[in-house]
């Protein structure tokens, strides 16, 4: 009879352990969520009513933030999460050109797509609202849900969107009708220098044919539109090693 008041009085012990233990983690998961909503708020002290002017978007993949301009002055704020280095969020000069609503499983409730021509890349919310502020992503920008509910009202199709990053590894000859990450680093060397001024857009067209052709000349060099690793040499861009 006593081992069976010990047997039952321990088990009653451990039902009781195991019962607390079970309210701590829900006790701890409701405060991490609540503290990811709280922690990773769009920074304070800022507007809560849309912009009235021109809007356009800045995105500082180093720094983790976008910045919604309104008539060519910051206006907002937020905290973002960004590509992994094994995927990349892209550089370049997009543009908004889809939205949507609850596009998939761990985009959230929102999606802003953008043009971005050898991959979807986009916008959108996350049902991992801890990962904000880090380099979480396969490449698309991660936003809180109410943070990207907010901006899918404020910015229309056709917004511009820049994104600035870490310079990537060039390892190709580029020709015209060529698409990728180093062809927005060509694009962007050329406006630098004043030979285009179309947007960077990661597409190998015929205007930036004919600024690389340009170049060749004014430098002395045979005009085939080629950009070999001597034309990078020449342009004086610095790839990431």
């Keep these: 009879m006593w081992n069976i008041f010990l047997f039952l009085r321990k088990k009653h012990f451990y039902l009781g352990v195991s019962s607390l233990i079970f ?3 829900l006790v701890s998961f409701w405060v991490v969520d609540y503290m990811d909503e709280v922690d990773l708020a769009a920074l304070p002290n800022q507007p809560t009513i849309p912009p009235n002017g021109n809007v356009s978007l800045k995105i500082n993949v180093a720094s983790r933030m976008l910045e919604l301009y309104n008539d060519g002055s910051v206006y907002k704020v937020y905290r973002i999460a960004v590509g992994k280095k094994e995927t990349p969020t892209p550089i ?4 908004i050109v889809w939205k949507d609503y609850n596009w998939g499983t761990g985009f959230g409730s929102r999606w802003l797509g953008l043009n971005v021509p050898w991959g979807t890349y986009g ?3 996350t049902n991992k609202p801890w ?6 992503s396969h490449g698309c920008i991660r936003m ?4 990207v509910e907010e901006l899918f009202e404020w ?3 056709n917004t511009a969107v820049k994104i600035e990053g870490s310079k990537i590894k060039f390892a190709r000859t580029l020709k015209q009708n060529m698409a990728g990450q180093d062809v927005v680093l060509l694009q962007l060397r050329l406006k630098e220098l004043g030979y285009l001024t179309d947007r960077a857009d990661g597409l190998f067209g015929a205007n930036t ?10 430098k002395g060099l045979e005009a085939t539109g080629l950009v070999t690793k001597k034309i990078f040499e020449a342009l004086e861009i610095k790839s990431e090693i």
Excluded: C
């Design 144 to 147: 809180r849900n109410k943070d």
């Design 92 to 95: 370049g000069e997009w543009t």
């Design 131 to 136: 990962s904000i502020g880090s380099f979480a």
């Design 155 to 157: 910015v229309p199709i």
């Design 123 to 125: 916008i959108h919310g």
């Design 23 to 25: 309210v701590a983690l």
């Design 209 to 218: 044919d004919k600024a690389v052709k340009q170049f060749q000349a004014d």
